[in-house]
Each structure stands twice: as C-alpha cells, then as structure tokens.
Nanobody, 125 residues
C-alpha cells in the first residue's frame, strides 16, 4: 500500500526558513517523480517543486526559484523541501505527491494519484 507522509510545517516570520519532509512507502521501484504542491485558502492547488528520485533532476515554479530547494534521500525514501526567505504569500497547506511521471510533468497535479495528507505552513509578516 502506497503511503506518503509529510512533516515539518509550522509558523515562521517572513524571511525565515522551514524544511518539509515527505516520506514514502509502498513503492516497488525508486524512479518516480515526487512533487510538492500547495493550496492556500480559497485558491487552487499549485505545483511548487518536483524531483525525479532516480536521477535527481528537479523542477521549480517561478514563484519559488532561488528560495526553495528540493532534494531526496533514497536510502530513507524521503524527499525534502528546504524553504528559505519565506514570504506571507507562501502560507498554504503543503502536500507531496508521487508517481511514475516524466520530469516535465512533475508539477502537473493531474498526473498524480498518490497524495499525502498535507502539512500547514504559515508565514507572518
């Protein structure tokens, strides 16, 4: 059974940092896209960053380039999202998702079937 568990959310002031973790279990191979998505109240879910766990290739939304870094530790079946220089507009519920997806579609939420429950990030000004 596939399971994704996010952790690491919290409340920080603008300019602060957080590191989110997404631990995956139940996958038979280690060659998937893992994407981080977020959804603010009243808004749609959007892709933030994605990574191919086999190659380490990554992709970012323009809004987070230079501030967020996605990485993976295959030995721990965990993908991380390091978020620096956080802004109030980064406030959202953050979800991770995984699937056998090409890197160019790693931020396309319609391509994913497996999702975590989410972790809340709140950035105050």
């Amino acid at each position: 059974q596939v399971q994704l568990v996010e952790s690491g959310g919290g409340s920080v002031q603008a300019g602060g940092s957080l590191r989110l973790s997404c631990r995956a279990s139940g996958y038979s191979e280690n060659n998937n896209c893992v994407g981080w998505f977020r959804q603010a109240p009243g808004k749609g879910r959007e892709g933030v960053a994605g990574i191919r766990t086999g190659t380490g290739l990554s992709i970012y939304a323009d809004s987070v380039k230079g501030r967020f870094t996605i990485s993976r530790d295959n030995a721990k079946n965990t993908v991380y999202l390091q978020m620096n220089s956080l802004k109030p507009e980064d406030t959202a519920m953050y979800y991770c998702a995984a699937g056998r997806i090409l890197i160019n579609d790693c931020l396309n939420l319609k391509k994913y079937y497996d999702w975590g429950q989410g972790t809340q990030v709140t950035v105050s000004s």
